[in-house]
T-cell receptor
C-alpha cells in the first residue's frame, strides 16, 4: 500500500523568502506525481505534474523535482508572496489510483 | 477545455437526513473518482468508476453511502442517513490514461449538524 508523507505539516515565512516543501512515498512504482494547491474549503488546483521518467518540472516561480528511486519529491516556490498562502498537497499515481499526503499549510507573512 | 463540474458548492443538513452530490467530469475522461476530505487531512478515495463500472469501492461506507455513474458520464454520490462525522469536503476528479494527471472539481462542502 502506497504511503505518502509531507513534511513539514505547516510553514510560516516572511514575504520574499523561498519555500521548500517535501514529499516522500514508499512505493517507487508510480506513473507520475502531482502537486496541488488547495485554498480553505475549496477544491484542488493542479500546479505541476511530473511523469515517472522526468526529473523536474517548472512553471513560473514553481519548480518540482522527482527522485523516484529514493521516493522523494520537492516543491520549490521562489520569492514567496502572501497570495501563495494555501495548503500544498502532493499525490502519486500508481496502477490505478492517486494517493495523497496530508499536505503542508503555508502562511506567507506580508 | 471545461473543467470538472460539481454541485452544490455548500450543503448544511441535520444528522439522519439524506444528501446527494453531482459531478460532471471532463468530456472523454473515462475514469471518475469521489474523494472525501476531512478538515486537516489529505483526500481519501471513496469510489472509482471506469466508464460506468465500479473499479474500487473498498473504502465506501456502503451502509450509508451509494454512488452511481449513469451512461459513463455524470455521477452522483448519496449519503443516507448522514452522521456528524460525514462533515467534509467531497471532491470529484476525472482522468484518462495512466500518464495523465487528475483534474479536480471545486468540491462540495458538507456540514452535518
Amino acid at each position: 500500500k502506497q504511503e505518502v508523507t509531507q513534511i513539514p505539516a505547516a510553514l510560516s515565512v516572511p514575504e520574499g523568502e523561498n519555500l521548500v516543501l517535501n514529499c516522500s512515498f514508499t512505493d517507487s512504482a508510480i506513473y507520475n506525481l502531482q502537486w496541488f494547491r488547495q485554498d480553505p474549503g475549496k477544491g484542488l488546483t493542479s500546479l505541476l505534474l511530473i511523469q515517472s521518467s522526468q526529473r523536474e518540472q517548472t512553471s513560473g516561480r514553481l519548480n518540482a523535482s522527482l527522485d523516484k528511486s529514493s521516493g522523494r519529491s520537492t516543491l520549490y516556490i521562489a520569492a514567496s508572496q502572501p497570495g501563495d498562502s494555501a495548503t500544498y498537497l502532493c499525490a502519486v499515481r500508481d496502477d490505478y489510483k492517486l494517493s495523497f499526503g496530508a499536505g503542508t499549510t503555508v502562511t506567507v507573512r506580508a | 477545455e471545461a473543467g470538472v463540474a460539481q454541485s452544490p458548492r455548500y450543503k448544511i443538513i441535520e444528522k439522519r437526513q439524506s444528501v446527494a452530490f453531482w459531478c460532471n467530469p471532463i468530456s472523454g475522461h473515462a475514469t471518475l473518482y469521489w474523494y472525501q476530505q476531512i478538515l486537516g487531512q489529505g483526500p481519501k478515495l471513496l469510489i472509482q468508476f471506469q466508464n460506468n463500472g465500479v473499479v474500487d469501492d473498498s473504502q465506501l461506507p456502503k451502509d450509508r453511502f451509494s454512488a452511481e455513474r449513469l451512461k459513463g458520464v455524470d455521477s452522483t454520490l448519496k449519503i443516507q442517513p448522514a452522521k456528524l462525522e460525514d462533515s467534509a469536503v467531497y471532491l470529484c476528479a476525472s482522468t484518462t490514461s495512466g500518464s495523465y494527471g487528475y483534474t479536480f472539481g471545486s468540491g462540495t462542502r458538507l456540514t452535518v449538524v
